[in-house]
């Protein structure tokens, strides 16, 4: 009890309870000491003065002691009147008999005849003080002289000695505590300023505070291990620190590579799930309209093939920086996937709105992008779709944007479309049409079709373009332009490809024998297809096993699919043309035509597309682009054919302008082989189109 008390004490108090209690101790100690010193000091006085007497008394009463004179004795003994702390004096006969005695006070009873003295026994503070000396005549005893002495009077003496040691001792005590007053705080103020240093660091939590080293004893070493520990503590908190910060710069980056595009710096289609489930998904969602605009570039694979990908990536940055700048700062623009971007319109009242949105976008596309010092145009199909209105959950929504964008290529590209349900159909039969594409080739479900191609000078047939047809026992007839990108897609055009070439060798092997006049096969090489590193091998090997001539086998490729910047194309190409195989570029004009490759190519034929030969001779810009195309196939001496000429004037106006070579429903549709073989059997040798040759000539 008492040691917890003093242990919650204050260190200040405990030094001044241990120093007072230890000088008062000594005290106490010197007290004691001083005083016993005191009483033997006295004592000793007292005997020594009884040893003087004896030995005068002795020497004086021996004479008296021989000679048996008693009176004689008894007067000398009674000289020591003379000092006042002899109480008694008896001298003895050597037979212990008594024979005179000097006693103060006359009360007090003279030893009787023949008794014997006892001593006193030993103690602190005797009653009585003894002293024997012996009486001698030339050195021969002849008695005993015993002298009592009362010490009272050295005992009365002893208790004002005492009080003069504990006054002094009081004062003494007293300075002690005076002086300790101030001298402790010497100890206890480095003390309490590091516990008031500690204290602040630990309110503050500043470990930069040291506390200041004044002496080199425990309290200063005390301060100077607690200057370490903060120095230590300082740094690891340092360390804490910037560990900690690395570790949020490393998280601030994840967090943004996980919810941001690299290339863009806009959220990405991980960002786009969260924030579009997260929209639909709030409570007032069904009662405000969301909009979402799925938004595709236009033949931005071209470019990324041609042009490299460094030139797609700066594309895909000035696209995504026009898209924001046009939006307002509630609307929510990602980047989804390659060319795709996606917009959020939060509260749309009237879907025209939105209408209004897609337009500007549109508009933003109509400015040519300069990218490294390219100058390129680049459109974008977008597909709107509203929840509620088209779709509750976020899955279906954005199906349905994309559904609305596939409706917005197919309408022409670079324009808008807000999804309408029978968009569905359309979208599912894509699907299908996937899932059936794959099983077509091994049902024997395709079939060539062959379109004639004339020279309008001669009125011959100059060439024949296979076209692949599916027939689907279900679906019916189902165009190229239908299932030629879902083949593409899926990778199925490879081998649909080889089997389109080989039955249309093997078919042109068997006209070329029956005809006299050769002509052309012209067989379509998808993109896909001619990237297949065993293309020229299989097209080698087909023309061996098929007989075909390879000089009358012009492979048509269209204009992305040379600009891909590998060398390997053009190695390919090369292997092929040594074999004396011709090659066409298919619909030219509506790629990105850099005039370039035309003159590092080996090409033989410009097919122009027939989206310009449509607006001729009517539509301006469709006659000044066909005029030009022929001016550079002119110039570089390629040959010439204009794609679906309709018309009369169209063929007229063709001729009248340089172009050749026709291939067009005005003069025959695609042919199955059948009917394309009677075709060439009834034109053999003649002009199969005399009459309009001789009509437009
Ligand atoms: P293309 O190679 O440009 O073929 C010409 C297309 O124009 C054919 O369409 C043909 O029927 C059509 N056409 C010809 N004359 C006229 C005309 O006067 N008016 C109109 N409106 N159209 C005309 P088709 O057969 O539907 O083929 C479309 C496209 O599918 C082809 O365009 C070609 O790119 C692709 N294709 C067709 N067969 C194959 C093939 O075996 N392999 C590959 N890779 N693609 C093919
Ligand atoms: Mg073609
Ligand atoms: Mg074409």
Redesign the pocket.
Same mark, same amino acid.
């Given at each position: 009890m008492i040691r917890s008390r003093f242990k919650n004490l204050s260190i200040e108090t405990k030094l001044q309870f241990i120093n007072m209690a230890t000088t008062g101790f000594a005290l106490g100690l010197v007290l004691v000491f001083l005083t016993l010193h005191e009483l033997w000091y006295q004592r000793e006085t007292l005997l020594e003065n009884l040893m003087a007497d004896g030995r005068m008394i002795a020497s004086n009463a021996s004479a008296a002691v021989l000679f048996q004179d008693r009176d004689e004795a008894t007067e000398i003994l009674s000289a020591l009147q003379a000092s006042p702390a002899v109480t008694r004096a008896v001298i003895y006969l050597p037979d212990h008999k008594p024979f005179a005695s000097y006693a103060r006070d006359a009360n007090l009873a003279a030893p009787a005849e023949g008794a014997v003295v006892t001593t006193h026994p030993p103690s602190l503070f005797p009653s009585a003080l003894e002293f024997w000396q012996d009486i001698q005549v030339r050195d021969e005893k002849i008695g005993d002289l015993l002298i009592e002495a009362d010490p009272h009077d050295l005992y009365r003496t002893l208790p004002r000695y005492l009080s003069i040691i504990a006054f002094s001792a009081s004062i003494a005590l007293l300075l002690a505590f005076l002086v300790l007053q101030r001298l402790k705080t010497a100890i206890t103020a480095p003390l309490l300023n590091l516990t008031d240093l500690m204290r602040k660091v630990s309110r503050h939590k500043d470990y930069s505070l040291r506390s200041e080293v004044h002496s080199s004893d425990e309290v200063g070493s005390l301060a100077h291990c607690f200057n370490d520990m903060l120095e230590q503590i300082q740094h690891r908190d340092r360390s804490l620190r910037e560990e900690l910060s690395e570790r949020r710069r490393a998280e601030e980056h994840l967090d943004r590579l996980a919810y941001y595009d690299t290339v863009t710096g806009l959220p990405n289609r991980h960002y786009f799930n969260e924030r579009l489930a997260h929209i639909i998904g709030g409570a007032n969602s069904f009662a405000e309209r969301t909009a979402l605009m799925f938004i595709d570039l236009d033949n931005f694979k071209i470019i990324n093939d041609t042009l490299g990908h460094a030139v797609g990536d700066l594309l895909l940055q000035d696209v995504g920086g026009r898209l924001k700048a046009l939006l307002r700062s509630g609307d929510y623009i990602f980047r989804i996937g390659g060319d795709e971007f996606a917009v959020i319109l939060e509260k749309v009242e009237h879907p025209e709105d939105c209408m209004a949105v897609a337009e500007k976008i549109i508009q933003a596309f109509s400015t040519c992008f300069t990218l490294d010092q390219h100058q390129i145009f680049v459109g974008a199909s977008i597909g709107i779709s509203f929840c509620p209105d088209d779709a509750t959950e976020a899955g279906t929504l954005l199906k349905n944007a994309d559904t609305a964008m596939y409706s917005a290529k197919e309408r022409g590209k670079n324009t808008f479309q807000f999804f309408q349900p029978e968009m569905k159909g359309r979208a599912l039969n894509r699907l299908t049409l996937e899932n059936n594409l794959r099983r077509a080739l091994e049902r024997s479900e395709f079939v060539?079709?062959y379109?004639p191609q004339f020279d309008l000078e001669s009125g011959r047939i100059t060439g024949m373009?296979?076209?692949?047809r599916w027939s689907h026992p279900e679906l019916g007839t189902v165009?190229?332009?239908e299932f030629?990108p879902i083949a593409e897609d899926s990778g199925l055009?490879v081998p649909l490809?080889e089997w389109?070439l080989r039955t249309a060798c093997a078919q042109a092997a068997i006209w070329q024998a029956e005809c006299a006049v050769p002509f052309v096969l012209g067989?379509?090489?998808?993109g896909r297809?001619f990237k297949d590193d065993t293309v020229a091998e299989k097209v080698l090997q087909i023309v061996l096993e098929t007989g075909m001539d390879p000089r009358l086998l012009e492979l048509?490729l269209t204009e992305s699919t040379l600009m891909d910047g590998s060398g390997a194309n053009m190695r390919k190409l090369m292997r092929l043309r040594a074999m004396g195989i011709r090659f066409s570029i *298919? *619909?030219f004009g509506t790629g990105y035509s850099s005039m370039s490759y035309l003159k590092r190519f080996p090409i033989a034929t410009l097919?122009i597309d027939?989206s310009f030969i449509d607006g001729i001779p009517d539509n301006p810009e469709d006659v000044a682009i066909t005029t030009a195309i022929i001016a550079v196939g002119k110039s570089l001496n390629l040959e010439l054919l204009a794609?679906?000429?309709?018309t009369r004037e169209q063929a007229e106006y063709l001729r009248n302008n340089g172009c050749r070579h026709i291939?067009?429903?005005?003069f025959s549709?695609?042919l199955p082989a059948n009917e394309a073989s009677l075709l060439l059997l009834v034109s053999n040798g003649k002009p199969a189109v005399a009459e309009t040759s001789a009509t437009i000539s």
């Open positions: 060539l079709y379109q373009e296979a076209l692949l165009s190229p332009s030629i055009i490809g389109v067989v379509n090489i998808s297809q048509e *298919d *619909d097919k027939r794609e679906g000429v309709e291939q067009g429903n005005y549709k695609p």
